[in-house]
């Protein structure tokens, strides 16, 4: 009996190593360029993987686990190295790195099981810092700064579930106060001050947004206008980093 169970072993053993062994894969576009390769075992890639634009040129090198996890490197149309980081599955997981045409390093960021989580920096191309701001659950939370390449301060204010609310603060480039006021839910609130190069202030107060009297002197301004006023979104970058510094 043990002699026969050991034979039914031996005969099934060649079969089931057949069936881990990883397949290679190799699919392409219609223009007959290479779309993908790489190895998959039971329709779920193993080791490194590529995937290539039409265009012939690298998209991503990912190399996967054995449960899916995978690291990553992503490259633009144009052969440009774009980004680096972590899958949990499909989703984002710790820290990503996104870099410049000119291979500068441009946003880090954090993920939480594809959600943003934590500090983010966007670096201006001399290494400098240009943002920090802080995640939570995906949205903007706690404290957010700009900078001028200089290194000083052009503005600090606050963000609570995704919104600005709280204090508002920015300077002019050698530090001067440039305007100042609160925020409540995503709106301007109070009195605010808005400084001119001599140092004296004008006043406009607000309400739910909306401005109680209007200064000739102060040119009418939406809520967005006291944010990034003086550089491009770095969200634009990575949803579009050919197009982002020819606007």
């Given at each position: 009996?043990?002699?026969r169970?050991?034979?039914?072993?031996?005969?099934?053993?060649?079969?089931?190593?057949?069936?881990?062994?990883?397949?290679?894969t190799?699919?392409?576009?219609?223009?007959?360029?290479?779309?993908?390769?790489?190895?998959?075992?039971?329709g779920?890639?193993?080791?490194e993987?590529?995937?290539?634009?039409?265009?012939?040129?690298?998209?991503?090198?990912?190399?996967?686990?054995?449960?899916?996890?995978s690291s990553?490197?992503?490259?633009?149309?144009?052969?440009?190295?774009?980004?680096?980081?972590?899958?949990?599955?499909?989703?984002?997981?710790?820290?990503?790195?996104?870099?410049?045409?000119?291979k500068a390093?441009?946003?880090?960021?954090h993920?939480?099981?594809?959600?943003?989580?934590?500090?983010?920096l966007?670096?201006?191309?001399?290494?400098?810092?240009?943002?920090?701001?802080?995640?939570?659950?995906?949205?903007?939370?706690s404290v957010?700064?700009?900078?001028?390449?200089?290194?000083?301060?052009?503005?600090?204010?606050?963000?609570?579930?995704?919104?600005?609310?709280?204090?508002?603060?920015?300077?002019?480039?050698?530090?001067?106060?440039?305007?100042?006021?609160?925020?409540?839910?995503?709106?301007?609130?109070?009195?605010?001050?808005?400084?001119?190069?001599?140092?004296?202030?004008?006043?406009?107060?607000?309400?739910?947004?909306?401005?109680?009297?209007?200064?000739?002197?102060?040119?009418?301004?939406?809520?967005?206008?006291?944010?990034?006023?003086n550089?491009?979104?770095?969200?634009?970058?990575?949803?579009?980093?050919?197009?982002?510094f020819?606007?």
């Amino acid at each position: 009996m043990k002699n026969r169970f050991l034979i039914i072993v031996l005969f099934l053993l060649p079969s089931v190593i057949l069936a881990i062994e990883p397949i290679y894969t190799v699919k392409k576009y219609p223009n007959g360029q290479l779309k993908y390769e790489g190895y998959f075992i039971d329709g779920k890639p193993i080791g490194e993987f590529k995937r290539y634009h039409e265009n012939g040129n690298l998209s991503i090198i990912q190399n996967f686990d054995k449960v899916g996890n995978s690291s990553v490197k992503i490259y633009t149309g144009e052969g440009d190295f774009l980004a680096e980081g972590q899958y949990v599955g499909e989703k984002r997981d710790g820290e990503w790195k996104f870099y410049t045409k000119k291979k500068a390093l441009f946003i880090v960021e954090h993920y939480s099981l594809g959600k943003r989580t934590g500090e983010k920096l966007v670096y201006y191309e001399d290494g400098t810092i240009m943002n920090k701001m802080y995640y939570k659950n995906d949205l903007q939370d706690s404290v957010y700064l700009q900078y001028y390449q200089n290194g000083n301060v052009m503005a600090k204010f606050y963000y609570k579930n995704g919104k600005i609310d709280g204090p508002f603060v920015s300077y002019y480039e050698a530090g001067e106060l440039d305007r100042k006021g609160e925020y409540v839910n995503g709106k301007r609130e109070g009195t605010w001050l808005i400084y001119k190069e001599d140092g004296k202030a004008d006043e406009i107060i607000y309400k739910n947004g909306v401005s109680e009297q209007m200064n000739k002197m102060i040119r009418a301004e939406s809520d967005s206008s006291d944010v990034d006023r003086n550089f491009k979104d770095p969200e634009d970058y990575i949803s579009n980093p050919s197009a982002y510094f020819e606007r």
